[in-house]
């Protein structure tokens, strides 16, 4: 599918405007103002702004009256139809806490230590319940043929029919992705979910997104299966993606035959070389034994591929007594390894970056923070752009004044961009 074959049509009432094939920007970036992306068709009434991606979902809706928080914030429904608030948070403080103008307000519990209670709002409430209803009384006469069809279509995508397709897309994987990496965030979480394993090799006794399994790797069948099976359910809006995300917990620890594969294979199968969407992003999470077994090898191939590549590694702390708090069987001296060849892949290949997680939480000793410390700080002389440091604080609908301050203090000393991670799911 070419973008060029996507023409703009405009229909215009007094009450109603109605925009087909939009063109957004065609490059995530980070601004302070609501940036549009991809290829979507709006609706505009009198109250609402609706936006719907190419298969006539809804993506995005915000309202136009004055009961409505700030006229820069939306609400955006994932493909896990989850709503999701974008709030300013006045502006202050978000970026440099998120490294993203924007902060996503969840409706289930997580670890975030910003933001109130925008789902509490009636005006926010409105849409989430009724927003089918409002479309619903759109008018079906008077309209030109391709406007009659396009507003037929968004009214058949009902409440119920929306949540089937996100538990289709569950099912695809066998499970729903509990936590996506923090980079995501660079491009709006809008990722292709892909298993290539399942489970994870520590099963911490800190972690709230672990399932049971052990880790095992799918077959070559089962990943043919699910590409098959998410093309199908992307359909047409798979024109808005550049995104792939290797699931689940621990890909890294896949063999390097079996991820360089299905990143080729993928790719060529979602049409990522002709993605509306510049350039092609890879996430995946990695563990400290899967991170130090990884050979050069691999590396070498992923920064020759079209892609930018993310991978997270949870190092959680560099202080023993604290890993053995945390349950994650790991040594100091593993994560002091792990965060050595951290650098060193993120100074040998520039399409790849290697982020990594520490554990926050007021109950944690000094000895905790004192030890990340000469891993962020004092292991490097001098600031560094890249290789992003995500502090992830442990307890879940808990915001803390402290944790908080004590974030700040960490990010202000640290020679890596420092930024919180908000757990969230697909
Ligand atoms: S932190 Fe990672 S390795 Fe530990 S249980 Fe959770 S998913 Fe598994």
């Given at each position: 599918m070419d973008a060029a074959n996507y023409k703009n049509q405009i229909f215009k009432t007094d009450d109603l405007s109605i925009e087909l094939k939009c063109h957004g920007d065609t490059e995530y970036t980070k601004v302070s103002y609501p940036v549009k992306y991809g290829l979507f068709s709006r609706l505009e009434t009198r109250d609402y702004i609706f936006e719907f991606n190419l298969n006539h979902d809804l993506r995005h809706a915000k309202s136009k009256?004055?009961?409505?928080?700030?006229?820069s914030e939306w609400l955006k429904r994932t493909l896990g139809n989850d709503w999701v608030y974008y709030s300013t948070?006045?502006?202050?403080?978000v970026y440099e806490a998120l490294g993203e103008y924007y902060l996503p307000n969840l409706m289930y519990p997580t670890n975030s230590l910003l933001g109130g209670k925008?789902?509490?709002e009636k005006e926010i409430g409105q849409i989430v319940k009724n927003w089918h209803q409002i479309i619903g009384q759109?008018?079906?006469?008077?309209?030109s043929d391709p406007v009659c069809q396009w507003v037929c279509a968004i009214k058949q995508q009902t409440p119920e029919g929306l949540h089937k397709k996100a538990q289709k897309l569950f099912e695809i994987s066998g499970s729903r992705v509990t936590v996506m990496p923090p980079d995501a965030r660079h491009v709006d979480y809008n990722i292709i979910p892909l298993n290539i394993s399942d489970g994870c090799l520590y099963k911490c006794?800190?972690?709230?997104?672990?399932?049971?399994?052990s880790f095992s790797v799918r077959s070559e069948q089962d990943i043919d299966h699910q590409i098959k099976q998410l093309k199908q359910l992307y359909?047409?809006?798979?024109?808005?993606f550049n995104a792939l995300f290797l699931g689940?917990?621990?890909?890294?620890?896949?063999p390097c035959e079996l991820i360089l594969d299905t990143v080729h294979k993928a790719c060529h199968a979602f049409h990522f070389e002709s993605s509306y969407m510049k350039e092609n992003y890879l996430f995946m999470f990695g563990s400290v034994g899967s991170f130090l077994a990884a050979d050069k090898t691999l590396f070498e191939t992923l920064n020759r591929m079209p892609f930018q590549t993310f991978i997270n590694i949870g190092?959680?702390?560099?202080d023993q007594a604290t890993l053995d708090l945390l349950g994650k069987p790991l040594t100091v001296k593993k994560v002091g390894e792990a965060f050595e060849k951290i650098q060193i892949i993120n100074d040998t290949f520039p399409h790849i970056e290697i982020s990594c997680n520490f554990v926050m939480d007021d109950?944690?000793?000094?000895s905790h923070y004192e030890a990340a410390m000469t891993l962020?700080?004092?292991?490097?002389n001098r600031t560094n752009p890249k290789g992003c440091v995500y502090l992830s604080p442990l307890k879940f609908g808990s915001p803390s004044r402290q944790v908080l301050y004590d974030f700040y203090k960490l990010k202000s000393l640290s020679r890596f961009p420092t930024f919180l991670y908000i757990i969230q799911r697909l």
């Amino acid at each position: 599918m070419d973008a060029a074959n996507y023409k703009n049509q405009i229909f215009k009432t007094d009450d109603l405007s109605i925009e087909l094939k939009c063109h957004g920007d065609t490059e995530y970036t980070k601004v302070s103002y609501p940036v549009k992306y991809g290829l979507f068709s709006r609706l505009e009434t009198r109250d609402y702004i609706f936006e719907f991606n190419l298969n006539h979902d809804l993506r995005h809706a915000k309202s136009k009256r004055k009961a409505w928080i700030h006229p820069s914030e939306w609400l955006k429904r994932t493909l896990g139809n989850d709503w999701v608030y974008y709030s300013t948070g006045g502006y202050s403080g978000v970026y440099e806490a998120l490294g993203e103008y924007y902060l996503p307000n969840l409706m289930y519990p997580t670890n975030s230590l910003l933001g109130g209670k925008p789902f509490k709002e009636k005006e926010i409430g409105q849409i989430v319940k009724n927003w089918h209803q409002i479309i619903g009384q759109l008018p079906d006469a008077g309209l030109s043929d391709p406007v009659c069809q396009w507003v037929c279509a968004i009214k058949q995508q009902t409440p119920e029919g929306l949540h089937k397709k996100a538990q289709k897309l569950f099912e695809i994987s066998g499970s729903r992705v509990t936590v996506m990496p923090p980079d995501a965030r660079h491009v709006d979480y809008n990722i292709i979910p892909l298993n290539i394993s399942d489970g994870c090799l520590y099963k911490c006794r800190f972690c709230k997104v672990k399932n049971k399994k052990s880790f095992s790797v799918r077959s070559e069948q089962d990943i043919d299966h699910q590409i098959k099976q998410l093309k199908q359910l992307y359909g047409k809006d798979l024109i808005n993606f550049n995104a792939l995300f290797l699931g689940e917990h621990d890909a890294l620890n896949a063999p390097c035959e079996l991820i360089l594969d299905t990143v080729h294979k993928a790719c060529h199968a979602f049409h990522f070389e002709s993605s509306y969407m510049k350039e092609n992003y890879l996430f995946m999470f990695g563990s400290v034994g899967s991170f130090l077994a990884a050979d050069k090898t691999l590396f070498e191939t992923l920064n020759r591929m079209p892609f930018q590549t993310f991978i997270n590694i949870g190092l959680e702390s560099y202080d023993q007594a604290t890993l053995d708090l945390l349950g994650k069987p790991l040594t100091v001296k593993k994560v002091g390894e792990a965060f050595e060849k951290i650098q060193i892949i993120n100074d040998t290949f520039p399409h790849i970056e290697i982020s990594c997680n520490f554990v926050m939480d007021d109950t944690l000793s000094d000895s905790h923070y004192e030890a990340a410390m000469t891993l962020i700080r004092e292991s490097v002389n001098r600031t560094n752009p890249k290789g992003c440091v995500y502090l992830s604080p442990l307890k879940f609908g808990s915001p803390s004044r402290q944790v908080l301050y004590d974030f700040y203090k960490l990010k202000s000393l640290s020679r890596f961009p420092t930024f919180l991670y908000i757990i969230q799911r697909l």
